[in-house]
C-alpha cells in the first residue's frame, strides 16, 4: 500500500507560482508512475501531469509550458512547479501513484489550490 501526503497548496495572485510537493511511502517508489491530478468545484478529476522514471514526463495541453513536474527517487518525492497560474487552475490537487500494468490507484488526500483574479 502507497502513502501519499502532499503539500505546498494556498491562496496566490494570478501569474503567481506554487510548487506542490508529494511524499511517497513506497520503498520501491522508483518503479511507480507519479502523477498530479486536480478537481474544481463541480468538475470531473482531470489529469495535469505524469512521470515515469526513464521516460518523458507528460501535461495536459491546458498546463503545458507552465508546470514541470519532476521527481526526487531517492527521497521518494514528486513535485510540481506551476508557473504562470491562472484563475481556472483553482483546485484541489491530488498526487498520485501508479505501479506498472496498473491504474492510477494510490491517492492522496489533496491539497487546495486558490488563484485570485
Known amino acids: 500500500q502507497v502513502q501519499l501526503v502532499e503539500s505546498g497548496g494556498g491562496l496566490v495572485q494570478a501569474g503567481d507560482s506554487l510548487r506542490l510537493s508529494c511524499a511517497a511511502s513506497e520503498r520501491t517508489f522508483r518503479t511507480y508512475g507519479m502523477g498530479w491530478f486536480r478537481q474544481a468545484p463541480g468538475k470531473e478529476r482531470e489529469f495535469v501531469a505524469s512521470?515515469?522514471?526513464?521516460?518523458?514526463?507528460r501535461y495536459a495541453d491546458a498546463v503545458k509550458g507552465r508546470f514541470t513536474i519532476s521527481r526526487d527517487n531517492a527521497k521518494n518525492m514528486v513535485y510540481l512547479q506551476m508557473n504562470s497560474l491562472k484563475p481556472e487552475d483553482t483546485a484541489v490537487y491530488y498526487c498520485s501513484a501508479a505501479s506498472g500494468g496498473g491504474g492510477w490507484n494510490y491517492w492522496g488526500q489533496g491539497t487546495q489550490v486558490t488563484i485570485s483574479s
Open positions: 512521470t515515469w522514471s526513464g521516460d518523458s514526463p
